[in-house]
């Protein structure tokens, strides 16, 4: 990921903007942040990965994220759907069950957040999940079916699941902090960081399923590291930034337990 | 407020959506931020606080205040108005007015917007004041008689004010630190917090005067801490936020000083 | 500038307004965000400097940016121009080189972006720059004798040029750290603390090219302080904001190398 510098095309809602900026200059990668109609389909064509978050959009926004999804599935770059707090909100449930036909190569959730887009609960009450992420797998193995997506699925373990085209893999990561939580945009910054890893791998050649794992080992490994020194979600943001920064391949794989189902 | 974990709807400024719900989130609350028109009515009935903060408005997030005003007043949801920089500018000033009308829990402010939203002064010349908080006083309890609201205004002392309907409060919040004015958004958060206390004061049946003092109680608290720490605004600003975090109720009242008068 | 306080009003993009706001205020200058073309007309008539960074506009913050910049030429408030990204993206760049006309100040930009709006080269691939700043030389003569401003190329090392009206000023600023390119809107929050000293320096009645350079200075002596204690860009950033509250002049001046060609 550092070598190739992956310049990750932000579509996200204005909340987390600046430490989704902050996680992807941390971990190597390089953030655009074009949400105008008139330029965000330029500027998806010729970015490495394309991150659409649902939080909070506008109007405006909306337009450019279509036109982004558009450019970005026409040039082969692979964006990832991140759809925050479906299922209570009318406007980003319509917007990300439309999305599902538009090829996404991933899809970053919560547990209530996948159950709710796979149409299979009742969603949660806002960006904070209600439900394990155990209970969410059959959505997200539904959802991978249907869209075609790598489907990763955040909480205190991760679960990423490829369902589709005769693949199957489901993949645990265990990492990160409870302080994670206590943090605006950690998992939101992760979706861009799922971008970033996926338009890495692409380059390479390599897998979906395992760029989609790498970049929430990186991001749990950090997490780890952070809260052995943090007083509290001040200090944890600061140290989980240094981490993504300083953390190497070797230092993540001994810091989270990845198995495959 | 920990045990409630309050749902807090902001429609606040660009400027200070990561610091507010930082804030909101170290504090154990949950922050949302639903700014458009089509789902901010719907959020706010179901959240346990709103903050409608009119500093750096876009005319699709009024519509979406409109909105969620509309739909807390009708669900009996405590909204908190934070009037950033009424006065000198002419939108703000007129929705700010306006909304007064509209049944406000609680108004936060600093003297010159207190002073200028009540229509008895020449307004600031943006977010600082360039007014005394005891100059402040009189208009304080002129807009809490007009709005019903509680009011509330932020200086080096705060004093929280109720004066209406037979009630007569004035209580006054010593606790803080002069950092707290070199960080972006501490006065915004403030206005969150509120809404936080608020809604987890009407889930126990406790007192909205008294929520507003703890919000302030809570915040300056956490100022007092992180100025022993801090070489400065940045370390001050990660210092504040794991304060916030770690403090207890007892932790909180050992360290401010509350006056009633 | 710190005796001075200047008000600065920022139309800048919604990733970098937080960290712009701070460092503002570390400053000693008044930071303010008024985007709304109701609002922005009026105040950039009272405030002391004024922003306009293209980063990632919105239709309505584009009409806000006009009515300013209108606004603050009949006001004779000063105003910079940071042309993020231009050359790549078609609105920006339409709307940069259209303002040129409108007498800013300053410009402050990378190499890639100095290069592209003054037509000369290709343009970069987005917010980081691809080009030295020495090669950006001749353009930002160029765009200086064009515009009429001070031109700042943003880089290791900072070139700024005055070169119009039998002016010709080019000054080498040596300071900084390489974690300023890995922490979001350092560069964005330099181009309104240009602004803040421009301000600071109109009142004084000193000379726009020096106070450009000291603004750079300012900034660049920080990233040298901050990279001397920190584990990351986390940590750079945090003390970053700590230095630009607690350096003095005479720090500064020991912390940079100015060279006049």
């Given amino acids: 990921m550092r070598e190739t510098g992956p310049l990750v095309h932000c579509l996200t809602n204005s909340v987390v903007r600046q430490i989704t900026a902050d996680v992807l200059l941390a971990s190597g990668a390089a953030p655009a942040m074009v949400d105008h109609p008139d330029e965000a389909g330029d500027f998806a064509a010729i970015a490495s990965g394309v991150l659409v978050n649902v939080g909070n959009p506008t109007a405006e926004q909306v337009e450019g994220m279509h036109a982004a999804i558009a450019s970005a599935r026409e040039a082969g770059t692979p964006w990832v759907l991140d759809p925050v707090a479906v299922g ?3 406007l980003r449930t319509r917007l990300s069950t439309e999305w599902l036909e ?44 249907r869209s075609g997506a790598v489907v990763a699925v955040t909480g205190p373990r991760d679960l990423v699941v490829t369902h589709h085209d005769g693949l199957e893999r489901a ?34 050649g390599a897998d979906d399923h395992d760029a989609v794992v790498a970049a929430h080992a990186h991001a749990g490994a950090a997490g780890t590291v952070a809260g052995r020194t943090s007083a509290g ?29």
């Fill in 171 to 204: 993949t645990w990561v265990e990492s990160g902090h409870p302080l994670l939580q206590k943090v605006i945009g950690t998992g939101c910054a992760l979706g861009a960081l799922t971008a970033a890893y996926l338009g890495a791998a692409r380059a390479a």
């Fill in 102 to 145: 538009s090829g996404p190569a991933a899809i970053r959730a919560n547990a209530s957040e996948t159950i709710a887009l796979a149409g299979t609960g009742a969603g949660g009450r806002g960006v904070d999940s209600t439900e394990e992420v155990a209970a969410a797998a059959p959505a997200a193995r539904d959802l991978s079916a």
């Fill in 233 to 261: 979600p001040g200090s944890f943001a600061v140290a989980w930034l240094d981490a993504l920064y300083t953390l190497t391949p070797e230092d993540i794989a001994g810091l989270v337990t990845v198995t495959t189902e």
């Fill in 88 to 90: 209570g909100l009318v």
